[in-house]
């Protein structure tokens, strides 16, 4: 086996790995603090993405700026579906949640393709440059940027949550809603800013990787089947699991188009997830068994 | 709050019953054939079966504003339109749907698995089927077996599009003929291909040519990619590891979005980016997003015949309507379709279906647009041998006809110039 | 009711000799997914295990029996059976690793929306049965095939389809099988506390419901003639297996064709109306909102609704 392939590999799918662990520590959140999963998640980021490509082509703004503006407009859209509709179904079936995502991103998803059409999109950074050559190996500088802003954003969104009093009581009610209750803290307020900033991480995500992956409206779904596996095998509402998950199912995914046919790769994030259940059903980083 | 909730839920129920129930009263007076469209028009393929339905009615407007069917006495072209959503199931539906409405034709889809989803309804319906883009072969070939084993009585299904495995011959073909004019003698091709329906087909057939041909040169990896890809630079250093000496891609747009500068990126040196026919690297959206990176590239595709004075007129009107948009492989299949309808109906003579089958048996059609290797005839499958890809290049920010020699517009530009 | 019931089912029998054609195929495809909604419903309503990957079931009867038909000749009436038992061998694998497990709610709906994508790139990848080319059958209207030249005749194959996984769902519901299986969806573990073997009722579930969607597969492979990996393992026909039961109540007897007959009309309805204009994806816009207020209005489920509604009027 070609070792500078391997290496290659490696390097690629870690550069990668930054925006696939701020999606997944978004869905995560959700998922921590209100127990509903976000079957919306990729068409949130995919809103992200289409936000990132009007602020670029209508006013000039660099995605690696308009990130700021993606992840506050999403925000806002995740601070209104938990107001306007995940709040009114905290105590329904399951099942109720799952149709009620399932509603959202099927909204999602066609309103972008009224408002933009079904082709392709992708985002021109000016920070796109040639990549920078270390002997036989590169480094893509547009995922070299995103990497490094991705993984600063996830930083400075754990240190919220670990540092500050509402950070705290956003993992309060993640840990025990009714004891959060008991001591005092609003808890829909609580839920309403996590699910805003878990979406808010989304639209970040999108609107970084935007430079890097072209996007249609259709391009969520599989967005979302990403981060699902990502944040089981990290562990489930699980915000360092869903970090470290979503580099490691990224460098695995990169090695398996070394290794196997490209078209078979996603198998090995799949396969590892299946090893996870077998031996460790809590995922990587989980504190307990669901 | 109930009784608004059973009101609507009533309400909603009751439209459900209107339309469900009885069918809509005829709207127009005026004669006119009814010809169900049906296409892709959302879900995954939502691009190219939107260019379908754009590039049809274009030619449907064209034909009535010349006063109709002449021989049906001037009768208009009426479209049905439906949108399979890229499922097989609510082809089968729409399907039914318009022939309800009183479809007395059927078109479509761009996806082979919705169309041959429509089949069963077209023969079972008596309503004749022309698919306009649709590359799988057992779409026709099955159809022609069951009559042949005369478990059907009538092939209703006919096509005007090239056939997967006729793409394949025709690329490897080209290939040879390519590097023969130029003097060029590549070893080592690499195919990389979009594991979905269609590049699958295309890289299938690609490569069981190739083994029948048994050319100079070496298919040396076919690798695939999942589609659509979320990253694909580690195929790229992959394909790269190999050496080649051409790179064929076959693509979708998304995903040509990203390997095309992949390849730039990771200075995969080769002679040539030439695609055994593939979407995605055309497309006026494609050039503008790809630039340069696109410059030189050549694809094996359907594609409109540009030296006819005709097809500039109809693409300019294409562009007006679309908004910027090529009249390309899709847009033009399509456009030609309605004119071999046209052309057909006004031999038959009338809208009986064995009527409308035995004039399309009987076609030799000279007017379409695209390049074609004769006129549009159907042979004993239903298909037409003469529809077949042209090699284009784009030159100049623009994909102009390379190959065959005699439809070109341009001299083709291989190996392609150092960076 | 009973006398109801007997009058719905006269009216559906009755039916095809006064509808069209296209009205058929919508009734088909309410009967057919109603079927399929019903086969969830025994893992995803009674048991109340949320599987979304019920379309790699689906997936594995319907490529089973058309392959077995095609290369073996295998008729597709015993085919389905052979695809059916395949599907359930394939619900075991996954109900085994799930539940074994003691992975619950969502837990469980990941792990099935990722076998049944395991099932999709496998089989994308595997020539012998097409790969993401498909596989195509051929179109005989042979009866011993499985096929139908007439859609009045598939019409009473889906009819009797959803009558009969409604008759043994309704048996599960009536026997102890059924009791236990409530008592594992409100509260497992007070169902173990109180003895019951909640592995092996939930296994049971889970191959019943697999079983029944793959034999499914066999009418999806006759009726539409093609199989892409992309279309039936894919997550949007899981998804499309479980709104109806859903939307029309879970883990109620009627509620996957109440809700079959709710949904299947109003997406027609929605795509007929703003499926022809310019702005393609109006009607699926519509359609979701339409899922929305569902929730919304009806989070109980429609058939729930409708009980409490004719109790309410039966009272006043």
Redesign the interface.
């Known amino acids: 086996m070609d070792l500078t392939l391997v290496a290659q590999g490696l390097l690629s799918g870690l550069l990668f790995g930054g925006v696939t662990s701020l999606m997944a520590v978004g869905l995560t959140l959700i998922f921590g603090v209100m127990r509903v999963v976000n079957f919306a998640h990729g068409d949130m980021m995919v809103w992200g993405m289409y936000l990132a490509w009007m602020l670029s082509s209508r006013a000039g703004i660099d995605p690696y700026l308009g990130f700021v503006v993606c992840a506050a407009a999403l925000f806002v859209l995740g601070l209104g579906v938990q107001r306007g509709l995940v709040d009114r179904i905290l105590d329904a079936p399951h099942e109720m949640q799952i149709l009620l995502m399932l509603g959202v991103a099927l909204v999602l998803e066609n309103a972008a393709l009224v408002a933009f059409g079904p082709e392709p999109a992708r985002v021109r950074s000016s920070l796109t440059l040639p990549p920078l050559w270390l002997g036989p190996l590169f480094v893509d500088v547009a995922r070299l940027i995103t990497f490094v802003i991705a993984i600063a954003l996830t930083v400075l969104l754990g240190l919220f949550l670990f540092r500050t009093a509402f950070g705290r009581r956003i993992r309060a009610a993640a840990d025990n809603p009714y004891g959060a209750l008991v001591v005092g803290t609003d808890v829909r307020r609580v839920y309403a800013v996590a699910f805003g900033i878990g979406a808010a991480c989304v639209g970040a995500a999108g609107a970084l990787v935007a430079p890097i992956l072209p996007f249609q409206p259709t391009t969520g779904l599989g967005l979302s089947v990403a981060s699902f596996n990502i944040v089981i095998i990290g562990g489930m509402g699980s915000l360092l699991g869903a970090f470290l998950g979503g580099l490691i199912v990224s460098i695995a995914e990169s090695l398996g188009a070394v290794f196997l046919a490209p078209s078979m790769k996603e198998l090995v994030s799949f396969g590892l997830l299946i090893v996870i259940l077998l031996f460790r059903p809590a995922g990587l980083f989980g504190k307990r068994a669901a | 709050m109930s009784t608004v909730t059973r009101r609507a839920f009533l309400k909603a129920t009751a439209a459900g019953v209107a339309v469900v129930g009885f069918p809509l009263p005829l709207r127009a007076q005026a004669k006119t054939v009814k010809v169900g469209l049906i296409h892709t028009v959302t879900g995954p393929l939502a691009e190219p079966g939107q260019a379908c339905r754009a590039g049809a009615q274009l030619a449907a407007d064209m034909i009535n504003a010349a006063g109709g069917i002449t021989s049906l006495g001037g009768a208009k072209i009426e479209f049905l339109l439906g949108d399979t959503q890229t499922k097989s199931d609510v082809a089968r539906t729409e399907a039914e749907r318009v022939i309800n409405q009183g479809a007395q034709v059927l078109m479509g889809t761009f996806d082979s698995g919705n169309t041959a989803a429509i089949v069963p309804v077209a023969q079972q319906r008596r309503v004749p089927f022309l698919v306009d883009v649709a590359a799988a072969d057992p779409i026709t070939a099955n159809v022609a077996k069951s009559v042949k084993a005369g478990q059907q009585k009538v092939q209703y299904v006919y096509r005007n599009f090239p056939t997967g495995s006729s793409f394949g011959r025709r690329a490897v073909q080209y290939f040879n003929e390519i590097f023969k004019e130029t003097g060029q003698n590549p070893r080592r091709v690499v195919v990389m291909h979009a594991n979905d329906l269609f590049g699958s087909i295309q890289a299938k057939g690609f490569k069981a040519a190739w083994d029948a041909a048994k050319p100079s040169w070496e298919i040396v990896d076919v690798i695939p990619w999942p589609e659509p890809p979320s990253d694909l630079s580690t195929e790229v250093s992959r394909a790269k590891a190999l050496k080649p000496d051409i790179i064929a891609p076959i693509t979708r747009p998304a995903s040509a979005q990203l390997l095309l500068p992949e390849l730039i990126k990771q200075r995969v040196e080769v002679l040539g980016v030439i695609s055994p026919g593939s979407p995605g690297l055309y497309e006026a959206g494609q050039i503008a997003a790809l630039k340069q990176d696109l410059e030189y590239v050549m694809d094996n595709v359907p594609w409109p015949n540009f030296k006819n004075p005709k097809t500039q007129q109809v693409a300019a009107e294409y562009r007006k309507r679309t908004g910027g948009k090529t009249f390309d492989t899709q847009s033009g299949y399509s456009y030609d379709a309605v004119f071999i309808l046209a052309d057909v109906l006004e031999r038959a003579k009338s809208t009986d279906p064995d009527a409308i089958v035995d004039a399309i048996k009987k076609t030799r059609f000279s007017g379409g647009l695209m390049v074609y290797g004769g006129p549009v005839i159907f042979n004993d499958l239903g298909d037409n041998p003469n529809a077949i890809p042209a090699m284009i290049q784009i030159l100049g920010q623009k994909p102009l006809v390379v190959w065959p020699k005699d439809a070109a517009q341009e001299k083709l530009v291989f190996p392609r110039p150092k960076r | 009711m009973t006398w109801l019931g007997i009058a719905a089912l006269g009216v559906l029998l009755a039916l095809p000799a006064v509808?069209?054609?296209?009205?058929?195929?919508?009734l088909i495809?309410i009967f057919f997914y109603a079927f399929l909604g019903q086969a969830w419903n025994v893992v995803?309503?009674y048991a109340g295990q949320?599987s979304?990957g019920h379309a790699a079931f689906l997936g594995v009867g319907a490529y089973a029996s058309a392959v077995l038909a095609q290369e073996v000749g295998l008729s597709p009436w015993l085919g389905m059976f052979v695809g059916g038992a395949l599907a359930g061998a394939l619900g075991a694998v996954i109900g085994y690793?799930?539940f074994r497990?003691?992975?619950?709610?969502?837990?469980f709906?990941?792990?099935t929306?990722?076998f049944a994508?395991?099932c999709r790139?496998?089989v994308?990848?595997v020539e012998a049965v097409g790969?993401?080319?498909?596989f195509?059958?051929?179109?005989?209207?042979?009866p011993r095939q499985f096929?139908f030249?007439?859609?009045r005749a598939w019409y009473y194959v889906t009819l009797v389809l959803m009558l009969a996984a409604t008759g043994i769902v309704a048996l599960i519901e009536r026997r102890r099988f059924g009791v236990y299986l409530a008592a594992i969806r409100e509260d497992e573990s007070a169902a173990e506390a109180l003895g019951v073997d909640t592995l092996r009722y939930k296994m049971l579930a889970m191959i019943v419901s697999s079983f029944l969607t793959g034999v499914g597969g066999t009418f999806?492979a006759c009726?539409?003639?093609?199989?892409?990996p992309?279309?039936v393992f894919g997550?949007?026909l899981s998804?499309e297996i479980?709104?109806r039961p859903?939307?029309g109540g879970?883990g109620t007897l009627l509620g996957p064709i109440l809700g079959s007959f709710?949904l299947t009309?109003?997406a027609?309805?929605s795509?007929?109306?703003l499926?022809?204009g310019g702005?393609?994806?109006?009607?699926?816009?519509a359609?979701?909102?339409?899922?929305?207020a569902?929730?919304?209005?009806?989070?109980?489920g429609a058939y729930p609704?409708l009980v409490r509604?004719v109790r309410a009027r039966k009272r006043a």
């Open positions: 509808v069209s054609s296209y009205v058929l195929t919508i495809f995803g309503g949320l979304v690793l799930g497990f003691g992975l619950r709610g969502f837990y709906v990941l792990l929306v990722a994508e395991v790139i496998v994308n990848n790969g993401a080319v498909g195509y059958i051929t179109f005989t209207g042979d096929q030249r007439d859609n999806y009726y539409l003639l093609s199989l892409q992309n279309a997550i949007p998804v479980i709104i859903i939307v879970s709710i009309p109003l027609e309805v795509r007929y109306y499926g022809q702005w393609h994806g109006a009607h699926l816009i359609y979701g909102v339409l899922l929305v569902v929730v919304l209005f009806l989070p109980e609704r509604l």
